[in-house]
């Protein structure tokens, strides 16, 4: 976020990763958020939740 251009070119909401929080924080509590597991093949035991 502190590259200069960058907020502005991808045309985000917020300028800082506090910003990002307040964004997450606003979705209604009646979205369901999905999750799934990721892992890399060269360390399959660390593995990822993603929220979606």
Same mark, same amino acid.
């Given at each position: 976020?502190?590259? #200069?251009?960058?907020?502005?070119?991808?045309? &985000?909401?917020?300028?800082?990763?506090?910003? &990002?929080?307040?964004?997450?924080?606003?979705?209604?509590?009646?979205?369901? %958020?999905? *999750?799934?597991? &990721? %892992?890399?093949?060269?360390? #399959?035991?660390?593995?990822? *939740?993603?929220?979606?």
């Amino acid at each position: 976020m502190s590259i #200069p251009g960058v907020v502005d070119k991808l045309g &985000l909401s917020f300028h800082n990763i506090c910003g &990002l929080h307040q964004v997450v924080d606003s979705i209604p509590p009646r979205a369901q %958020w999905k *999750t799934c597991q &990721l %892992w890399y093949k060269s360390d #399959p035991n660390e593995k990822h *939740t993603i929220y979606h």
